[in-house]
């Protein structure tokens, strides 16, 4: 799956229960990823990701996206 994720151009992974946004390519196992419910998870590309978090109170995880967290 993560190589069709790739090609499609998803790096991130929003938690919709949480708000929070995961950049896949720094994922750690503090972000609780693996914790995850499947109906939570939903997988953007960068152009997304950009009207998401402009346009929403999601922020940023504070272990893989620390430039857009504002915990």
């Not at 919709?16 to 946004?21: D, M, P, R, S, V």
């Given at each position: 799956?993560?190589?069709?994720?790739?090609i499609l151009g998803q790096k991130y992974l929003v938690n919709?229960?949480?708000?929070?946004?995961h950049r896949l390519s720094k994922v750690t196992g503090a972000c609780g990823v693996d914790r995850m419910a499947k109906h939570n998870k939903m997988y953007v590309t960068e152009k997304k990701f950009?009207?998401?978090?402009?346009?929403s109170t999601m922020?940023?995880?504070?272990?893989?996206?620390?430039?857009?967290?504002?915990d």
């Open positions: 799956m993560n190589i069709f994720r790739r919709k229960a949480t708000g929070e946004i950009q009207r998401i978090i402009t346009s922020n940023g995880c504070v272990h893989c996206l620390k430039d857009k967290s504002t």
